[in-house]
Structure formats: structure tokens, C-alpha cells
């Protein structure tokens, strides 16, 4: 074989030979990296925070601000959301305020944000892949007609100053970096726990206010709220917060023996969670999902139990502090991950961790 027909290695992710690299110049204006800060019925959901810790990390690289913009009714809640922005981050908060921003419908919160980022021009725009952010996202990205990556797992700053937003595909076997090259803002969507949460910082000082009027009357919504129903199953949001995560896979053999994690998960104070196969034969509810199509979780503690450890589950789980395996297969992928293995059977090993952390911890509330 001739030198010239050597296989030429794949280009690094971000290699875009060829492609047009020079930014129109009605989008040069375009400065500044923003985070949507999500708050629903007051209170904020954390991955805001999240995507201001991160945030800040590619505003420092390119050299500009960070700003929150934060959309609510006029009152302390919307207030008090502003004000710990700065806490985790933000040098400015662009700040819509009116009653029709009570609670969450595409339409008044698509036509704030699409006008606060017409005015003010932000390079980047982040927003948590919630079931809210995502709906706003795309009605946001299409109005602007700019580009959007959903569900991203990391970013970054190349070197023409371009997002490299990273995200998984073909089921979680691929990771793509997408550029969104000739169009501001470039959005992103990140799921929560992906980035870590930044430590809050009360010194920082409060910085700039912008506010802006949303300019829209009732009438103007299709959407009409009739009545707001809290969600009974409230630990839903617990599992991708909670500092220790016990989770069960198919190597449980049936359904009751899932109690064996439940068991443990109580002694310990933790959640509990498993993989998909448990989801889809019907043995826990799909909010206990753990993996790319399940919650994303960052515990200090996380105990899989009869889970092999399949790229879907594992990008669920990385992020973990402490990750212990059980697994009767010494060859099974989760040992890769796992900071302490111990092959042996599930069902013999979970009871017997629940009976020691029973005893262990009663001693210590004893001593306590
Ligand atoms: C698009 C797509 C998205 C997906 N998303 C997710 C996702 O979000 N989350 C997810 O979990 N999966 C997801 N999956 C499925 C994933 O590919 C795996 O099929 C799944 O994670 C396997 O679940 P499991 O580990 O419980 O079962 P298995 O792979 O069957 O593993 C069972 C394990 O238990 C061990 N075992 C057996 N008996 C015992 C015993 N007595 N004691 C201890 N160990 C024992 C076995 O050695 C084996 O390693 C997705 C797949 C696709 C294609």
C-alpha cells in the first residue's frame, strides 16, 4: 500500500473543515453567556444554579459577562430569585416581571425571552433540560431561527470562541459536539445533575439589573390555566438530589426481591432507583429510571445492585462520588466504573448491607 492511501485518522471533534467560519455580521453584536433560570410556583429549580456554575467557566474563558434571566410574577419570590442568581454567579440578571408570567405557558415566556435576547443579544443561552426548558427551547430556538442542542452532557469554548455543545446519540453509543456556526445565540440544553452544583457564594456582589416588559395581555394567550394539580408523587424530584442512591437491575430475578434495595435504601435514608428493563416490566415507576433516558444522578453514595452497567445506565451514573457495584459477573461492565466491587449474588449481599448499616447506624444514634 502506497504511503498516500494510508487511512487518514478521523478529525478530532470540532474539526469542521470546509464549513463557512466567518460569523455574519448582524450577529457579531451577539456578546455574553446567559442561563434561563427556571422557577416554577417560586421556587427555582437547581439546575439553574448548575447551569450558572458552568456557565461561568465559559464566560470567564471568553472574556464576558454572565447573566440570569429570570421570568416571574412581580414579588418577593421573583425577587429573591434575582438576588441569589448573583450568589451563583451572575454579573447581571435580565429581569421579566408581570402577572401573566404566574405560571409556566409557552406563549408568555417564549415572546420574554425571545424579546430579551432580540434586545440584549447573548452569544450563548443555556437552559436545564426540564420538561419546562425543553418546551421553551424549541418554540425560543425556532422563533430566533438560530441552533439548538438538546440534552447535552458538556460544553465547551473552541478555539475560534465557538460553543462545542457535547451530547449522546444512537442511544447513548455515540457523543457528538454540534456547532452552531453562522446563527446567535447558540442554544444548549443541559439536563440536571450533569454539571456540578457551584458552591453559593453570599460575598459576591449584587450586580447589574436589566428589566425588560413583557408587553402582552391575556388576551393575547390561547393558553388558559383552569387549575394547578400538585404532583402526588412528589419524591419524583428527589432521586437525581438525593446524597445516596441504592438501584436494582434485572440480576434481582423478580419483582419482590426489589424490596431487598427499598430495604437498604430506608436504613441508609436514601432513594431508590434501577434500570430501564425494571421500568419497562413494570417492577418500579419510569421516575426511578436511572441512565440517558432515566435521570441523571450525582449522589456521594451510589450502590447498583444486579445492574450490568450498560452505556445507557453508566452516563446516568457517572457523575457519582462513591459508585459500589454488586454483581455475580467479575467480568460485568459496572466494575469499570465501580470504586468498590464485590462480585457475589444480590440477594444474599443486599440484606446482609442493610442488617450491618442497621446496626452500625443505631449504635452511632446511641452515640449520638
Ligand atoms: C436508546 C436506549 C436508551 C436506554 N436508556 C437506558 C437508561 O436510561 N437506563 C438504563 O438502565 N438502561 C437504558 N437502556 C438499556 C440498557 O442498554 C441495558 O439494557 C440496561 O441498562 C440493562 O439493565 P440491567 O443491567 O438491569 O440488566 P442486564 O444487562 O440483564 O444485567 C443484569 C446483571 O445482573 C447480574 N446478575 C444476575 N444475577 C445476579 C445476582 N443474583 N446477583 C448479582 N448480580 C446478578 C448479571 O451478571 C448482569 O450483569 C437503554 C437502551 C437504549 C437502546
Known amino acids: 500500500m502506497s504511503e498516500a492511501k494510508k487511512p487518514v485518522p478521523a478529525k478530532p471533534a470540532g474539526g469542521r473543515a470546509g464549513m463557512k467560519k466567518e460569523l455574519p455580521e448582524h450577529f457579531k453584536s451577539y456578546k455574553h453567556v446567559w442561563v434561563f433560570v427556571e422557577m416554577e410556583r417560586g ?58 408570567l404566574t405560571d409556566y405557558r409557552n406563549e408568555p415566556f417564549a415572546k420574554a425571552l425571545t424579546d430579551v435576547v432580540n434586545t440584549y443579544q447573548p ?7 426540564t420538561t419546562l426548558g425543553r418546551d421553551l427551547a424549541g418554540t425560543v430556538a425556532t422563533t430566533l431561527k438560530t441552533g439548538l442542542t438538546a440534552d447535552c452532557t458538556e460544553l465547551a ?29 447558540q442554544m444548549a440544553t443541559i439536563r440536571p445533575r450533569v454539571m456540578a452544583m457551584p458552591d453559593k457564594d453570599e460575598s459576591r456582589p449584587v450586580g447589574g439589573l436589566i428589566e425588560h416588559p413583557l408587553n402582552m395581555a391575556e388576551d393575547d394567550i390561547v393558553t388558559k390555566i383552569l387549575s394547578f394539580i400538585a404532583d402526588q408523587d412528589s419524591d419524583k424530584a428527589q432521586l437525581a438530589y438525593a446524597d445516596v442512591v441504592v438501584a436494582g437491575g434485572l440480576g434481582l430475578g423478580k419483582p419482590e426481591n ?4 427499598t430495604d437498604l435504601a430506608t436504613v441508609l ?13 413494570g417492577w418500579i415507576a419510569a421516575e426511578r429510571q436511572i441512565g440517558q433516558t432515566g435521570k441523571t444522578i450525582r449522589p456521594k453514595l451510589y450502590i447498583a445492585a444486579g445492574i450490568s452497567g450498560a452505556i445507557q445506565h453508566r452516563v446516568g451514573v457517572e457523575g457519582a462520588d462513591c459508585i459500589v457495584a454488586i454483581n455475580s459477573d467479575p467480568g460485568a461492565a459496572i466494575f469499570e466504573i465501580a470504586h468498590i466491587g464485590i462480585v457475589g449474588d444480590a440477594l444474599t449481599i443486599l440484606p446482609a448491607l442493610t442488617e450491618a448499616f442497621r446496626k452500625r447506624l443505631s449504635v452511632n444514634r446511641m452515640a449520638g
Open 258 to 261: 426489589f424490596k431487598l434495595v
Open 269 to 281: 435514608g436514601a432513594e431508590y432507583g434501577g434500570s430501564r428493563p425494571l421500568v419497562q416490566k
Open 157 to 185: 469554548i473552541d478555539d475560534d470562541r465557538s460553543l462545542a455543545a457535547t451530547r449522546p446519540t444512537f442511544g447513548g453509543s455515540l457523543l457528538c459536539t454540534i456547532h452552531t456556526l453562522n446563527y446567535r445565540p
Open 123 to 129: 452569544e450563548v443561552l443555556l437552559l436545564g433540560a
Open 43 to 100: 421556587v427555582v429549580h437547581p439546575v439553574s444554579w448548575e447551569l450558572l456554575g458552568e456557565g461561568r467557566k465559559l464566560a470567564d474563558k471568553l472574556g464576558v459577562e454572565l447573566a440570569g434571566v429570570v421570568m416571574g410574577p412581580p414579588g418577593a419570590e421573583t425577587r429573591a430569585a434575582v438576588a441569589e442568581s448573583y450568589t451563583y454567579g451572575a454579573d447581571t440578571v435580565y429581569l421579566v416581571e408581570d402577572p401573566l
